[in-house]
């Protein structure tokens, strides 16, 4: 089994940034790759960006791109999501997701707790 503790939520302006990190713990050996998701109240699960290791490739959503950036420590199992020119609408709770199998269509196995991030107009 893996464990996820996200950390960094908060309360921002909007136009304000914030960075979210988690840290993989337990077997994460096989950890394939981590990335982050959100659901905002009244809406669908939804993927943010991912960090592919055994690929070695990074994804966005269309919604955050050029705003947020993922990046990561495949040593560490650790994985952070700097967001800048953060809007309402990205208000939500952030979840943390790892894969110890290959990852497609971003499918992950593994989630943690979730973290709010409320961003005020």
């Known amino acids: 089994q893996v464990q996820l503790v996200e950390s960094g939520g908060g309360l921002v302006q909007a136009g304000g940034s914030l960075r979210l990190s988690c840290a993989a713990s337990?077997?994460?050996?096989?950890?394939?790759?981590m990335g982050w998701f959100r659901q905002a109240p009244g809406k669908e699960h939804e993927f943010v960006a991912g960090?592919?290791?055994?690929?070695?490739?990074?994804d966005y959503a269309d919604s955050v791109k050029g705003r947020f950036t993922i990046s990561g420590d495949n040593a560490k199992n650790t994985v952070y999501l700097q967001m800048n020119s953060l809007k309402p609408e990205d208000t939500a709770v952030y979840y943390c997701?790892?894969?110890?199998?290959?990852?497609?269509?971003?499918?992950?196995?593994?989630w943690g707790q979730g973290t709010q991030v409320t961003v005020s107009s």
């Open positions: 997701a790892a894969s110890n199998r290959p990852i497609m269509n971003h499918v992950y196995n593994f």
């Open positions: 337990g077997r994460t050996l096989s950890v394939y790759g």
């Open positions: 960090i592919n290791w055994s690929r070695g490739t990074i």
